[in-house]
């Protein structure tokens, strides 16, 4: 995904559009599909994939901002930044649940 997404448009909006709309149809898939035999690997695989939608959509979220974060009721940059690393961080401890259990 990362090699094609970044022929387009590189930094634009559309670049980023993109690689969400792409990551929110593999996180779909994933859910109809659950292409593992184990149900683990199948929960990580949709966490995964949840994770980089919401990390893409923030991004874009970001990018469309012209007026500034600070003057909507969902917070400023920060806020945002915090939810992305919350996102992130939070794979960790649920890899480890679903693999050591």
Known sequence: MAGLIGLVGRGTI??????????FFFFAS??????F?????NKIKIFSEAQLFIILFTAALLQTDARGLASQPLGDRDDIGRLQAAVTLASLPLVIYLVGT
């Open 30 to 35: 994933a859910l109809k599909e659950m292409p």
């Open 37 to 41: 035999q184990s149900s683990r690997m």
């Open 14 to 23: 559309v670049q980023v559009f993109l690689a969400t709309l792409i990551s």
